[in-house]
Structures are given as structure tokens and as C-alpha cells.
């Protein structure tokens, strides 16, 4: 009796010395960093394309950033050359700047790239029947608050919200402003006749509104509620109401016209809110988050987060609904909600309804090559 109990004892003890050691752990994965600078015979299809295509919308990018140390030199240099000679504008690229390799946080360098447009919408300034939907402005209590001075380390990220009594709540979400007591009454800039039509001009972040007088009226993204973006197209796919290689703006547009009952309730699931700004005559194109018109098919939504702002991008990517490649230098010229990620990237193709059966069905894989200047640093080291 006396030998087990000692034998337990004893296997207690090693046992709780064994517990008390701590646990290996897993030595921290080495960090990736997003962007590799590599040579030019490592981008696909460098060759292939015109870059004097992209070389007008790189100019555009020149107004905000030649006031930029980085960008001032190889801005005013492009302010001297020729647009249309393909040889300067390519020597120019490769003489002035070094390709960048982007990758994930795992290191892979593949990622998806959908595409955007500009809708035409029909629509009228005062609400009727025909046209009940209402296309907000910016409201006046909606407050943007800076991280960045209180927390610099958090100087990349805005708060949005509302004040209610002595306290900043969230502001009101998609359900909210929508519901039957808008809380935002007042600042309709337009109403219009499908609110699924709406809701994707909401995705777009802009649009043209066609007015019975003949006028077309160019809205841009003035701002946004605060929420995060959630996909419509995944919540049909959980409910299993159409299938991944079903999914596209169209289809999900032919859905809702057959559920017109279950439209409230699908739209309501993106709590996400855009809210707009006329555009005097954009007869250039909507302007993006850097503040210069897009070019159809040369411009990028990207996220700044790793690509700066302006600077030119070489996409190797798949045709809509297709293995046909498509490579081209493109300008990061915008960004978007649902924009979020390294290799993440958002085509824009242009206006009206051929652009829009392009950017509705694009959904591919794709890599990206972001040029960065060679400033004199930079060529010292």
C-alpha cells in the first residue's frame, strides 16, 4: 500500500512539474515584404503592351503628385516628352523607375481582380412614382475623425460616426437610411426608379444620372457611413440562391427582379452607405480617390494602403470570363471599399452599358508589378 502510494505520489509530481513547462513555441513566420523590386524581364507581358496608352493617365496623376519630393523629377520629365512616341515613353518607364513585385503577407502573388464602371441611371430632383429611390449628398452630422493625432501609429485609419447627447455612436447604417423615417431627410440630391440599380452605383462610386430635360449629371463619391462592406454576392451564394460561376452584377440584377419581395433584405445585408457629389462638367471621366478623372481601362482601384496613390501599375490578368490574357500598364488612380489587400486590384472600363457588361462579370486572378521613381537616394544606394 504504502509502495503504490509513493509510486502516485511520485507520478503526481513529475506530472505536475511536466504541466508547469511551458509550451514550445512556434517561432514567428518571417515577414514578407509586400513589395520585391525585381528586373523588367520579370513582368509578364512588359513588352507586349503600348505604354504611351497609360502615359496620358500617368500625366493626369502628375497635377497632385509633382508636388511630391518623390515624384517631382520624373514628372517633370514626363511633362517633356512626346505622349505619342512609343520608344520615349517606354525608355522613360524603364529608365526612371524600378518594378516592384507585389506580394501578399504569405508571400503568394496572385490575387483577384474584379472590374468597376460608370452606370447610367435615369433619374429626376424631385421624388414621384416612377422615380421614389433617393441618391443622398453628404449630411451635415456625419463627423470623420483622424486617428492619426491622438494614436500616429493608427494615422491610417478614420472613424465615422454621429454624435448622440455626449457620446460619438456609429453612424446610421444601411437599414437606417433606408428604412421608412430616413434620419438623413433632406439631402437627396436625385431620386431614381430601381433600387438595385441604386445599390450598385453605391458599388461603382459613381454614375451618370439622365434627367427627362436631356441632361446627364455626372455623381461622384462624396463619403461613406463608416461600415464595412459586405458582399451581396456571397450572401446568395451561402443561401445557395445561384452558384459561383453564376455570379455576376447581371445575374444578381435578374435575381432581384424575380424576388422583388426578398430585394430589401439582400441589399440590407451590405450595411455599407456611399453618399455623392455632382461633378460639373466631367466631360473627362469621374474623378478618383487621387482627384483626376479615370481613364477607361488604364485607371486601377488599388489599396493605398500598399500602393501609393498615382503610380503606375503592370496587371497580368484574364479577359472577363476568360483565360484570353490581358496585360497592361494600368495608374492607381482610385480605391474602393471593397478594395482591401496587396494583390487586389479593381479594373475600370469605362462608362454605359458595354463597359458594365465587362466590369459585371470580372472576377479573375491577377499579379501586379507597382514602378516606384529612382530618385537620386534611391540611385545612390
Same mark, same amino acid.
Given at each position: ?5 509513493r509510486?502516485l505520489?511520485l507520478?503526481?509530481i513529475? !506530472?505536475a512539474g ?8 512556434a517561432?514567428?513566420?518571417e515577414?514578407v ?15 507586349q ?5 497609360a502615359?496620358?493617365a ?6 497632385p503628385?509633382r ?24 525608355d522613360?518607364f524603364?529608365?526612371?523607375f ?6 501578399n503577407?504569405?508571400?503568394?502573388d ?9 452606370p ?7 421624388r414621384?412614382?416612377?422615380y421614389?429611390?433617393?441618391?443622398y ?8 475623425i ?12 478614420r ?9 460619438v ?6 437599414n ?13 440630391? !436625385? ?7 441604386l445599390?450598385?452605383?453605391h ?22 457611413n ?12 451561402d443561401?445557395?440562391e ?7 452584377m447581371q445575374?444578381?440584377?435578374a ?13 440590407g445585408?451590405n450595411p455599407?452607405?456611399i !453618399? ?12 478618383g480617390?487621387l482627384g ?6 488604364r ?35 482610385d480605391?474602393?471599399?471593397?478594395i ?5 486590384g ?26 516606384l ?7 545612390a544606394?
Open positions: 500500500m504504502r509502495k503504490s502510494f509510486f505520489l507520478f503526481l513529475v !506530472f511536466c504541466a508547469r513547462q511551458p509550451a514550445p513555441v517561432p514567428p513566420p515577414r515584404e509586400p513589395l520585391e523590386a525585381v528586373s523588367w524581364a520579370d513582368i509578364e507581358g512588359w513588352t503592351d503600348d505604354p504611351a496608352e502615359f496620358q500617368f500625366l493626369r496623376s502628375c497635377r503628385l508636388f511630391r519630393p518623390q515624384w517631382q523629377q520624373v514628372c517633370a520629365e514626363a511633362a517633356t516628352l512626346e505622349p505619342g512616341d512609343v520608344d520615349a515613353v517606354r522613360f524603364e529608365s526612371r524600378t518594378p516592384h513585385r507585389v506580394r503577407p504569405d508571400g503568394s496572385t490575387g483577384t481582380i474584379t472590374g468597376y464602371y460608370v447610367d441611371l435615369d433619374g429626376s430632383r424631385k414621384s412614382k416612377r421614389a429611390y433617393p441618391l449628398a453628404l449630411p451635415d452630422d456625419l463627423l470623420v483622424d486617428l492619426a493625432d491622438l494614436y500616429p501609429e493608427l494615422g491610417k485609419y472613424l465615422r460616426g454621429r454624435v448622440e447627447g455626449r457620446r455612436v456609429p453612424y446610421w447604417s444601411r437606417e437610411i433606408d428604412g421608412g423615417d430616413p434620419p438623413i431627410k433632406g439631402k437627396e440630391l !436625385f431620386w431614381v426608379e430601381d433600387p438595385v440599380e445599390f450598385f452605383l458599388i461603382q462610386g459613381s454614375g451618370r444620372i439622365n434627367l427627362a430635360d436631356g441632361q446627364q449629371i455626372m455623381v461622384s463619391y462624396a463619403d461613406q463608416g461600415h464595412p462592406y459586405r458582399s451581396i454576392g456571397k450572401y446568395l451564394l443561401r445557395g445561384m452558384t459561383r460561376d453564376q455570379m455576376s445575374n444578381i440584377q435575381w432581384a427582379r424575380k424576388n422583388p419581395d426578398k430585394v430589401d433584405r439582400l441589399l445585408e455599407s452607405y !453618399f455623392f457629389r455632382e461633378v460639373p462638367d466631367a466631360v473627362d471621366g469621374p474623378p480617390a483626376v478623372p479615370l481613364t477607361s481601362q485607371s486601377l482601384a488599388v489599396d493605398p494602403r500598399t500602393i501609393p496613390l498615382g503610380a503606375p501599375v503592370f496587371l497580368s490578368t484574364t479577359w472577363p470570363n476568360s483565360t484570353d490574357p490581358l496585360r497592361r500598364l494600368m495608374i492607381a488612380q480605391t474602393g471599399g471593397a482591401k489587400g496587396a494583390v487586389r479593381d479594373f475600370f472600363w469605362g462608362a454605359g452599358d458595354g463597359a458594365g457588361e465587362l466590369a459585371g462579370r470580372m472576377k479573375q486572378q491577377g499579379r501586379m508589378w507597382v514602378l521613381p529612382i530618385t537620386e537616394k534611391t540611385a544606394n
